[in-house]
DNA sequence: AAATTCACG
DNA sequence: GACGTACGTGAATTTC
């Protein structure tokens, strides 16, 4: 032992469940891998000790340490007021065993580990930095939390060593407005909602920390509380009296804790190298053990390595030769082409792939195709490839050497592509078939891995190429940027010398085959194989039709648009400009938010994460409806300049000139619900709620002697909720065909349907959304710009009228943390992996969870219509052109209209059956004129 | 490449 | 103890 604590001594005090709630929430669930313990806390915990121990060098080192932890839940202050942490959440499952490990970590560290039984860690702080204090010492706490600012002073002083900020006499003044010894009246007065004091109702931290200063103590402020101007003020402080002396008995911190060790036992002492890395192999900690022992000048003890996880859990390894693209073959002649077809009739099946010359499949030219039959056997049969493909700065049109003329190559594969006898397996097929059906090729039957993998995975990862590969066979492909380039210098593929494109292409069909090998086995085991069968494989050929189809889009309307637009802009920014008193670059949120905050000075700046302040309409709109001109006319100009680039402007490049047509790109695994997506363009997003914007649609029009049709249906996924959360007043609703938003309103604000106001309809039309998007009070607040506590009182009667609701949402998550995941009516699996995530991410993924079985609902119903409508539709003259979620679009011949309106209808409201029969009728509205405008 | 904003259902 | 929030998308633009 060494000397006596006093003068010249410096106590460190460690806020031990501040560090293992930090450490928790910091991490991901990490479980030891040998029996499958949570200690992602005690990993984080042990980390924040490790750099905690590292950072004590220098003369301001401590000579005695310790964590202190807190023990047991009843306290004196529990006798106090019952209430008292009442509303603390349960400490997590997978937190509470590990409690004791942080004890034994902090021991492992040769650091005092002190808790006393029915005592909070901040009263043994206060005891030991008061004994500390009076004996000349100096004490750091280090904690960020603000119960213990009270003790800062004469020689005390906090430490958050998240920040490493040192908080000192100013610190608490600049966060109370009081200095420390008045912190806890402050306290009193404000309450604290995370420990459950009430305090002084209406009063807040800034409010309390006013009377406190006007009137010196708290004692006083009480005793002379009739002298306070403001009426409610003054009658809370006279009313609450007892309640609020009460919350300063909770909020003082007890120095009179009895300990059972003194402050000499807290000595710093080294740690013994020999126990510390025990315990941190003991726990598996890899890297930390490593750290610390080369730290230690040690050797480390052996933590033994996990078994490797086999690529797919339940999976049988499948014997398959190592993927080596030196084994692929070049086929450059008629012979060993024949050798090839031949060996796929034999199998029954093949992995194709093709290379082109570009990723737009409209114009793409084929480069070459390659085939596998089996794993690490695979070719490539060059068509298309060009001389010249380096040094040469233009290249040449001349066709390489060792290739089989394309129309022979196509000619000998075109009875296998479309042989029924024949499984034609790609990644992507849609690409593919499109590309080769500009040649005349037609392809069928087909699978793809990459819909194999989304009617398998969806939730859980992407589902390209190298993500599956890396991911199931554990192989990195070679990527085509190495073949290609990058930026300016990049070359097409007909342009890469063929010996380096057979290792390239010949890679992709194998690995595709291998990934067929896996998934498709996997289809039953998971039971998606009907949601692949019926929902996925057979949309492919449909959606490449109406790709190919495409929608005619006139120039003239959208370049006269275009026009009028830039005239507009240019307007307003002459306007923006001269109310701002400078020019500036109103496209610029950064720029735009210095102009309003820092050079206006208006109120309401909020700087997001990046330090940049929120320009966001939401935030424009507020600063324009309080009378500011120069955010109104932002908004403006913010509109029109969407309008022009993304729309007048971008579409027109997008007209394919051999057709006059735009040709979208739908993404059949893109959204995890089911939906889809659709890309270059993104047509799913065309103006229409606003006026200007609407106008837009006047340039998607039919060709001559045609018009365009819509079909949309009617509230589905409100349907759906009322089905699948089985609400009976929703259900009779829609089959009486009333009007739901109207009728919720009634039911929840009380109101009769005749007396119906649009604002109180608007309301509950926002909480009907909002339930199908896992309704918050925070988020309906937003949305309707209301308070918060009014938004959750909305809500709670919601959920009392219709209980129903409550308990679909309850069900939900329950099931999605059980399995990991959701399903909607039709057996489409939505993965939830965050499910069970902590913090932010959870709330994310429950939100999500709530709203996938009735999204993606929807978009199987509307998937399963478009199935059968080739079929609907194949004696009139008309074609499905786009898709937008709930709605279809077709281009007919004028005198069929009425004809193709009823056979569309009458496939997409009886899209759910014979599968599933909803308690709700399916209604569909349907439009028709010379343009999308008109039509919708 | 990331962040911000905004268009749709 | 502290934090961030309606669900699902794609595209243009600015900024780093």
Same mark, same amino acid.
Do not use: W
């Given at each position: 032992m060494g000397e006596g604590f006093g003068k010249g001594c410096h106590l460190h005090l460690i806020d031990g469940s501040a560090f293992i709630f930090r450490a928790y929430h910091a991490l991901p669930p990490l479980t030891r891998k040998s029996d499958g313990m949570p200690v992602g806390a005690v990993s984080g915990f042990c980390n924040m000790l490790q750099r905690y121990v590292d950072g004590n060098n220098g003369p301001d080192a401590p000579t005695h340490v310790a964590v202190?932890?807190?023990? =047991?839940? #009843?306290?004196?202050?529990?006798?106090?007021? /019952?209430?008292?942490?009442?509303?603390?959440? $349960?400490?997590?499952?997978?937190? !509470?065993?590990?409690?004791?490990?942080? !004890?034994?970590?902090?021991?492992? +560290?040769?650091?005092?580990?002190?808790?006393?039984?029915?005592?909070?860690?901040?009263?043994?702080?206060?005891?030991?930095?008061?004994?500390? !204090?009076?004996?000349?010492?100096?004490?750091?706490?280090?904690?960020?939390?603000?119960?213990?600012?009270?003790?800062?002073?004469?020689?005390?002083?906090?430490?958050?060593?998240?920040?490493?900020?040192?908080? *000192?006499?100013?610190?608490?003044?600049?966060?109370?407005?009081?200095?420390?010894? &008045?912190?806890?009246?402050?306290?009193?007065?404000?309450?604290?909602?995370? /420990?459950?004091?009430?305090?002084?109702?209406?009063?807040?931290?800034?409010?309390?920390?006013?009377?406190?200063?006007?009137?010196?103590?708290?004692?006083?402020?009480?005793?002379?509380?009739?002298?306070?101007?403001?009426?409610?003020? !003054?009658?809370?402080?006279?009313?609450?009296?007892?309640q609020i002396e009460m919350s300063r008995s909770l909020v003082e911190l007890d120095a009179d804790t009895p300990l059972d060790f003194t402050l000499e036992d807290l000595e710093v002492r080294d740690p013994d190298p020999e126990k510390l890395l025990e315990f941190l192999a003991q726990m598996e900690f890899r890297t930390l053990t490593k750290r610390i022992s080369e730290k230690l000048g040690v050797e480390a003890p052996v933590v033994p390595e996990p078994k490797p996880e086999a690529a797919n859990p339940g999976e049988v390894a499948v014997e398959e030769p190592p993927i080596d693209p030196d084994r692929y073959e070049w086929v450059r002649d008629r012979t060993a082409l024949d050798a090839w077809i031949e060996k796929i009739i034999a199998v029954g099946r093949v992995a194709v792939d093709t290379e082109t010359n570009s990723l737009n499949e409209m114009r793409a030219e084929l480069a070459g195709i390659c085939l596998s039959v089996e794993p690490g056997e695979a070719c490539y049969i060059p068509v298309g490839h060009k001389t010249g493909a380096s040094g040469d700065l233009f290249g040449s049109d001349e066709l390489a050497e060792g290739q089989l003329p394309l129309d022979e190559v196509l000619d000998a594969l075109r009875p296998v592509l479309a042989d029924d006898a024949v499984l034609k397996i790609f990644q992507n097929a849609k690409y593919d078939c499109k590309v080769l059906a500009r040649y005349g090729v037609e392809v069928a039957p087909i699978d793809d891995t990459m819909l194999l993998s989304y009617a398998l995975h969806a939730g859980e990862h992407g589902h390209g190429m190298d993500t599956l590969s890396e991911r199931y066979l554990r192989h990195t492909p070679i990527p085509i940027k190495t073949l290609l380039g990058s930026g300016k210098s990049a070359i097409t593929f007909d342009r890469v010398p063929i010996d380096e494109a057979v290792k390239y292409a010949a890679e992709d069909a194998d690995i595709t085959l291998r990934l067929w090998l896996r998934f498709r086995p996997m289809l039953h085991q998971r039971k998606v194989t009907a949601v692949y069968e019926t929902l996925e494989r057979p949309l492919v050929p449909v959606l490449a039709a109406m790709e190919r189809a495409g929608v005619k889009v006139d120039r003239e309307t959208l370049s006269r648009m275009s026009h009028a637009f830039a005239q507009k802009?240019? =307007?307003?920014?002459?306007?923006? #400009? $001269?109310?701002?008193?400078?020019?500036?670059?109103?496209?610029?949120?950064?720029?735009?938010?210095?102009?309003? +905050? *820092?050079?206006?000075?208006?109120?309401?700046?909020?700087?997001?994460?990046? =330090?940049?302040?929120?320009?966001?309409?939401?935030?424009?709109e507020d600063l324009a409806a309080v009378g500011h001109d120069l955010p109104a006319r932002v908004l403006d100009w913010r509109q029109v300049s969407k309008l022009k680039s993304t729309y007048t402007d971008a579409l027109q490049d997008h007209i394919n000139p051999e057709t006059g047509r735009v040709h979208t790109s739908y993404v059949q695994a893109g959204a995890n619900t089911g939906r889809l997506a659709s890309t270059d363009p993104n047509l799913q997003n065309i103006p229409?709620?606003? $006026?200007?914007?609407?106008?837009?649609?006047?340039?998607?029009?039919?060709?001559?002697?045609?018009?365009?049709?819509?079909? *949309?249906?009617?509230?589905?996924?409100?349907?759906?909720?009322? #089905?699948?959360?089985?609400?009976?007043?929703? &259900?009779?609703?829609?089959?009486?065909?009333?009007?739901? #938003?109207?009728?919720?309103?009634?039911?929840?604000?009380?109101?009769?349907?005749?007396?119906?106001?649009?604002?109180?309809?608007?309301?509950? &039309?926002?909480?009907?959304?909002?339930?199908?998007?896992?309704?918050?009070?925070? =988020?309906?607040?937003?949305?309707?710009?209301?308070p918060r506590g009014e938004a959750q009182d909305f809500i709670n009667r919601y959920f009392e009228r219709f209980p129903g609701i409550r308990a679909y949402m309850d069900d939900t998550k329950a099931f999605a943390k059980e399995h990991g995941h959701v399903v909607t009516l039709f057996g489409r699996k939505i993965h939830t992996p965050e499910i069970n995530a902590r913090g932010p991410r959870a709330s994310f993924a429950y939100r999500a969870a709530i709203n996938a079985p009735i999204q993606g609902t929807a978009a199987d119903i509307i998937r399963r219509a478009m199935i059968r409508m080739p079929e609907a539709i194949a004696g009139l003259p008309a074609t499905m052109l786009l898709q937008v979620h709930d709605e279809l679009i077709f281009e007919v011949a004028q005198d069929k209209v009425d004809e193709t309106i009823n056979a569309a209808r009458a496939v997409m409201e009886g899209a759910a059956e014979p599968l599933v029969k909803l308690d709700v009728p399916i209604v569909v509205d349907a439009g028709q004129g010379a343009n999308w405008a008109e039509a919708h």
């Open positions: 202190i932890f807190d023990k =047991g839940s #009843h306290t004196f202050r529990n006798v106090l007021y /019952d209430q008292y942490k009442a509303n603390r959440e $349960e400490m997590p499952e997978d937190l !509470r065993p590990q409690i004791p490990l942080t !004890r034994e970590a902090t021991r492992a +560290f040769n650091i005092a580990c002190e808790e006393i039984e029915g005592f909070e860690a901040d009263d043994i702080i206060a005891t030991l930095a008061v004994q500390a !204090r009076d004996r000349g010492g100096r004490v750091t706490i280090i904690s960020s939390d603000k119960d213990l600012m009270q003790l800062v002073g004469d020689g005390v002083e906090m430490l958050d060593a998240m920040k490493n900020r040192r908080i *000192d006499r100013e610190g608490v003044i600049e966060k109370f407005g009081v200095p420390p010894e &008045k912190v806890v009246d402050v306290q009193a007065l404000a309450g604290d909602s995370v /420990d459950n004091i009430p305090g002084a109702p209406g009063i807040g931290i800034k409010t309390a920390a006013l009377l406190i200063n006007e009137f010196g103590s708290l004692e006083e402020l009480l005793d002379r509380a009739e002298e306070i101007k403001q009426p409610k003020r !003054r009658q809370t402080l006279i009313d609450k009296r007892e802009m240019a =307007g307003l920014e002459a306007e923006i #400009h $001269e109310l701002a008193g400078r020019s500036f670059n109103v496209g610029s949120p950064k720029q735009l938010g210095e102009i309003l +905050f *820092d050079e206006m000075s208006l109120e309401g700046g909020k700087r997001g994460k990046t =330090g940049a302040y929120a320009t966001g309409a939401d935030v424009l229409v709620r606003s $006026e200007e914007g609407r106008r837009i649609r006047e340039a998607f029009v039919a060709d001559e002697g045609k018009v365009l049709l819509s079909l *949309d249906y009617s509230q589905i996924e409100l349907r759906i909720l009322a #089905h699948i959360a089985g609400i009976d007043t929703l &259900k009779a609703a829609f089959r009486d065909g009333q009007d739901i #938003h109207a009728m919720t309103a009634s039911e929840v604000f009380g109101v009769p349907m005749d007396a119906m106001t649009p604002e109180i309809r608007r309301q509950a &039309k926002a909480i009907n959304f909002g339930v199908i998007y896992g309704i918050s009070g925070f =988020g309906l607040a937003r949305n309707l710009r209301i």
